[in-house]
C-alpha cells in the first residue's frame, strides 16, 4: 500500500487524538503519528487529496509531504 508523509501542526495529544478521530472516521487508512515533529505516515489506498481533505477536517495547518 502507498505511504504519504504529511506535516500536522499538533501541539499537544489532543491534536493527535483528533487526527486519529477523522482518520479511523475514513478507514481503510493505517497510521502513524509523529508528535514531538508533527508528522504523520498513512499507509493507504486514498489518494493523497483524500487524505489531505480528510486531516484538514481537524481544523489544523496541513502540508502534503510527499511520498514515503
Request: with cysteine; glycine share 8%; aromatic share 4%.
Amino acid at each position: 500500500m502507498p505511504k504519504h508523509e504529511f506535516s500536522v501542526d499538533m501541539t499537544c495529544e489532543g491534536c493527535a487524538e483528533a487526527v486519529s478521530r477523522v482518520l479511523n472516521k475514513l478507514g481503510g487508512v493505517e497510521f502513524n503519528i509523529d508528535l514531538p515533529n508533527k508528522k504523520v505516515c498513512i499507509e493507504s489506498e486514498h489518494s493523497s487529496d483524500t487524505l489531505l481533505a480528510t486531516l484538514n477536517k481537524t481544523g489544523k495547518a496541513v502540508s502534503y509531504l510527499g511520498p514515503k
